[in-house]
């Protein structure tokens, strides 16, 4: 595995390799992708997706902008946004 490329959890000091995307659908009306927020290890998920919900709720789309609600998708390396899939159970295990 190439360790240059790895993608590391977002939470300071962790630096575990990230299982999780947190991001939310966005478009602008040409263009669509998920908005990243955070990327997450196991360990990290929670505090990772309330940073990220912070700045989801901060944010100001401009005109022809939509951004949708905030997810968690399973990170995958080489996975395409489109190819991503969001975690159902995981985020209802953080809303109980």
Known sequence: ????????????DCGEPAVFKIA?????GRFRELKTYGFACEEH????LRSAEVRWLNYEPVRGEAVHEIGIYRYEPGKRD???VRDSDIEESMNS
């Open 24 to 28: 939310a659908p966005w478009t602008d």
């Open 82 to 84: 489109a190819e991503l």
């Open 1 to 12: 595995m190439d360790t240059e490329n790895v993608v590391r959890c977002s939470e300071p």
């Open 45 to 48: 998920v929670r505090d990772v």
